[in-house]
């Protein structure tokens, strides 16, 4: 149990176009999620809180007009990069909580 | 600042032999304390966790220690086999909201 898919797993896209990342839970419900990023050899750094219904709470630093989450029900999750450069070429990683953090595979951003 | 850190960006160990994964803590009022196992271009896997109340937990081949004095866990795994070959993050968190604090990683390249 305790299953969680991203979608696309890889996306490549021309500067200043929008890119939206899905991230399901297939098996169960959580209120609270999580989104990720990570650089190559770098940790995991939290990008937003979200609870289902609320607005999602964004981590010093992190842009909520450029990052669009919206935490649609208690099973889908989505963050849309508008206007995306090639800084914000990355891994995108989404998380649920439910006794833990049950990560998505992630998906690789490639901004040209 | 970094409130947990991993300061072995990578190590490796022979097949069959024990595996050591260090990690160290500043905030004494983390209460619970987690290991994630990530290849790449996946998410991480939760594979371990402690409570503070703990000194070890053990599971399996894995065994989680915590010197809550020195501010200090490791992972210890043995024997270890290839398939333990993978980027181990150690997290840390301290609220009901379940942030987590990561480390930087450690790279475990066990070798045949």
């Known amino acids: 149990g305790a299953v969680v898919s991203q979608h696309p797993s890889r996306v490549i896209c021309k500067s200043g176009t929008s890119v939206k990342i899905e991230c399901r839970s297939l098996d169960f419900q959580a209120t609270t999620m999580f989104w990720y990023r990570q650089f190559p050899k770098k940790s995991l750094m939290l990008m937003a809180t979200s609870n289902e219904g609320s607005k999602a709470t964004y981590e010093q630093g992190v842009e909520k007009d450029k990052f669009l989450i919206n935490h649609a029900s208690l099973t889908l999750s989505t963050l849309t990069v508008t206007s995306a450069h090639p800084e914000d070429s990355s891994f995108y990683i989404c998380?649920?909580?439910?006794?833990?953090?049950?990560f998505g595979p992630g998906t690789r951003l490639t901004v040209l | 600042d970094q409130q947990v850190k991993q300061n072995s960006p990578s190590l490796s160990v022979q097949e069959g032999r024990i595996s050591i994964l260090n990690c160290d803590y500043t905030n004494s009022m983390f209460d619970y304390f987690l290991w994630y196992k990530k290849y790449p271009a996946e998410g991480p896997t939760f594979l371990i966790s402690?409570?503070?109340i703990k000194d070890k937990n053990e599971d399996g081949r894995f065994t989680v220690f915590l010197n809550k004095s020195a501010k200090h866990l490791s992972l210890h795994i043995v024997p270890s086999q290839p398939g333990d070959s993978a980027v181990y993050f150690c997290a840390a968190t301290m609220d009901s909201n379940y942030q987590l604090i990561w480390g930087a990683g450690t790279k475990l390249i066990i070798k045949p």
């Open positions: 998380s649920f909580l439910r006794d833990t953090q049950y």
């Open positions: 402690i409570s503070s």
